[in-house]
């Protein structure tokens, strides 16, 4: 089983520029969802989706987009990246209720300069 | 809002015990409770979903407080291999999950 799958794992990127991290999952988890994670504040919820067809925003959403056209699929697009993004990304999914564990994918070192 | 972990950071001997506490300021549905190494993913460790309700997963077990909202993390006779930071996690009505700042711990032979 693969679980969760992120791309890619690192990048570099100028400020400005645009790019897609990718997350699939094939557990045929509805929610998903974007953390990402700074030095001392913990893993912050970006963008979620409880399903395809919907999103909706979590702590920390300015900067970023989300769509969720298929199950298995849930992109976060950085439409304008700032230094300010440069951070640890974390996709995860889980089956859709409160009480389920949530999987997390190994990560994505996204760096802006 | 995140919830609120203490204490940040804890060093221990081998051997010794633990409490990491958890509070909430929002409503509780679950706590959940996930340790990560560094430059790894977070690994999940438990869940709770009553008030009250405590969980044991080896040495590392769990109680969650739904009136107080409040969850504690405990370690007994801690191991190298539990050295980490444990985020606890609030859960959502829709299963969206809320973490804190983590706890830094340190185990020392």
């Known amino acids: 089983n693969a679980g969760v799958t992120q791309t890619p794992k690192f990048q570099v990127l100028k400020t400005g520029q645009s790019m897609t991290l990718q997350c699939a999952q094939d557990?045929?988890?509805?929610?998903m969802s974007w953390y990402r994670q700074d030095p001392g504040m913990g893993l912050r919820l970006i963008h979620y989706?409880?399903?395809?067809?919907?999103?909706d925003q979590g702590e920390v959403p300015n900067g970023y987009n989300v769509s969720r056209s298929t199950t298995e699929d849930f992109p976060l697009r950085l439409l304008s990246a700032a230094p300010s993004q440069t951070s640890v990304y974390f996709c995860?999914?889980?089956?859709?209720?409160?009480?389920?564990?949530?999987?997390f994918g190994e990560g994505s070192w996204l760096t802006v300069v | 809002q995140q919830p609120v972990q203490s204490p940040q950071a804890v060093i221990l001997r081998e051997g010794e015990d633990a409490v990491i506490n958890c509070s909430s300021s929002?409503?509780?549905?679950?706590v959940h409770w996930y340790r990560q190494k560094h430059g790894e993913a977070p690994v999940f460790l438990m869940i709770?979903?009553?008030?009250?309700e405590q969980k044991g997963h080896e040495k590392i077990s769990a109680s969650f407080n739904e009136k107080k909202q409040q969850s504690s993390l405990y370690l007994t006779a801690s191991q190298l291999s539990y050295s980490g930071t444990y985020f606890c996690?609030?859960?959502?009505?829709?299963?969206?999950?809320?973490f804190g700042k983590g706890t830094k711990l340190s185990v020392k032979p």
């Open positions: 995860a999914s889980s089956l859709r209720f409160s009480g389920n564990t949530i999987y």
């Open positions: 557990m045929n988890h509805e929610y």
């Open positions: 989706s409880v399903g395809a067809g919907i999103t």
């Open positions: 929002k409503a509780l549905y679950s």
């Open positions: 709770l979903l009553k008030g009250g």
């Open positions: 996690g609030r859960g959502g009505s829709q299963g969206n999950l809320i």
